[in-house]
């Protein structure tokens, strides 16, 4: 179950203003920092993968920086109905051992006030790991999976939810 969480998480929030569904989060995520290009299309409710690019590095906190030498394929943050938490998703590429991403990850977020939550789930394609914050309702889930079209990448996906 929680390996279906990581990949729903992922699939759900990964692809930031690919498909017509992905519009409203790509309009979060542009005014969550980073102004929509007057010059692209008005029905996309969103801005183009450049303008993307640029927000994805003020709207998530230090923790979830990229790896390094990671490719980003995309990344939102978007406030919560609630207003208490912000939904936060990064989706990256990186050429790196499962095991080194899952370290450098969990060194980040132990240091932000996260632990783990739960058991590591394993499988054949896929690592997860759970965290929750001591000090608050935020909780994040890590998955690194094979990337099916490179055997030497991960897929990696960092999301959930965070105190703003």
């Given amino acids: 179950m ?3 969480l990581g990949l729903a998480l992922a699939g759900c929030t990964g692809q930031t203003g690919s ?3 992905a519009s409203s989060t ?3 995520t542009a005014s969550a920092g980073a102004s929509a290009d007057p010059a692209a299309d008005p029905s996309a409710s969103g801005s183009p993968a450049p303008t993307e690019a640029a927000a994805e590095d003020a709207a998530l906190p230090d923790f979830m920086a990229p790896y390094p030498d990671a490719e980003v394929i995309s990344s939102s943050r978007a406030q919560a109905e609630s207003g208490k938490l912000d939904a936060v998703s990064l989706v990256m590429k990186a050429k790196a051992e499962p095991k ?3 370290a450098f990850y969990t060194d980040r977020l132990e240091k932000a006030g996260f632990e783990t939550f739960g058991k590591e789930s394993m499988t054949k394609s896929a690592q997860v790991v759970n965290f ?5 309702d935020g909780m994040l889930v890590i998955t690194v999976s094979d990337d099916p079209d490179d ?3 991960s897929i990696v996906s960092v999301g959930g939810n965070i105190a703003p």
Wanted: overall charge negative.
């Fill in 19 to 21: 498909t017509p569904e």
């Fill in 132 to 136: 929750r914050h001591k000090d608050n």
């Fill in 2 to 4: 929680t390996l279906a």
């Fill in 26 to 28: 790509a309009s979060q």
């Fill in 100 to 102: 080194d991403i899952v």
């Fill in 151 to 153: 055997p030497q990448s």
